[in-house]
């Protein structure tokens, strides 16, 4: 039974570039959240993804979109970075919408110089 | 939204002994409670929840409690081990009655000496 999947492990990019971070869900599960972890901080909520559609968002700007494919997959993208976006991203699959239990993926660390 | 206070920060305790992590919450149709662990350089892993229809829940030395009432929750753990060493967080969901939009607490640093 595979759990949640992300890639990549590590990035490091400049100040004002795009990044795109990859999430696959546990299989069964067909929502996906995406959470930014500052450094000695909780998990902040970013946005959740159902059916292929954004369903509920957290405090974050425009910057931040994402996408969900048919096979219940999702991207995180992120425009124009900043020093602040320096996090670990981590995706939560669930099954159903609002959504169950979170079962959290590994996590992408990224890094902006 | 939702507002969640962890309590305490860090805790140290000896092997065998237990530790007690506190969290209040400010929306009171929140319905749906989890704990979770994070070791060091790794993922966050749900341990335990509680949904609001029962005051507690246990699992082997692990148990969590709920009080509507007060708006709190607490994790126990009983007869700590040293790989129980982690940051504990809890959450509820923002917006109430919600499971997906979760709101941590700031995470507890539980240090247990063998």
């Known amino acids: 039974d595979a759990g949640v999947t992300q890639s990549p492990t590590h990035l490091i990019k400049t100040r004002g570039q795009q990044v795109t971070l990859r999430c696959s869900p546990k299989?069964?599960?067909?929502?996906v959240s995406w959470y930014q972890q500052a450094l000695g901080q909780g998990p902040q909520f970013i946005f959740q993804?159902?059916?292929?559609?954004?369903?509920q968002r957290g405090n974050f700007p425009d910057r931040f979109s994402g996408h969900q494919f048919p096979n219940y997959s999702s991207e995180l993208n992120v425009n124009a970075l900043l020093l602040g976006d320096s996090a670990l991203y981590l995706c939560a699959s669930s099954l159903g919408a609002p959504g169950g239990e979170q079962y959290f993926g590994p996590g992408t660390r990224l890094t902006v110089t | 939204g939702e507002n969640v206070e962890q309590h305490p920060s860090t805790l140290s305790v000896q092997e065998g002994d237990s530790a007690v992590i506190k969290c209040t919450y400010s929306d009171s149709a929140s319905n749906y409670f989890p704990w979770y662990k994070q070791e060091l350089g790794k993922r966050p892993q749900l341990i335990i929840d509680i949904r609001s229809n029962v005051g507690e829940k246990k699992d082997q030395r692990i148990a969590v409690t709920l009080n509507k009432t007060a708006k709190h929750f607490s994790l126990h753990i009983t007869e700590t081990q040293p790989e129980d060493s982690a940051v504990y967080f809890c959450a509820a969901p923002a917006g109430g009655t919600s499971y997906g939009k979760l709101t941590f607490g700031q995470g507890t640093i539980l240090t247990v000496h063998p």
């Open positions: 299989s069964g599960h067909d929502t």
């Open positions: 993804y159902y059916e292929e559609e954004e369903r």
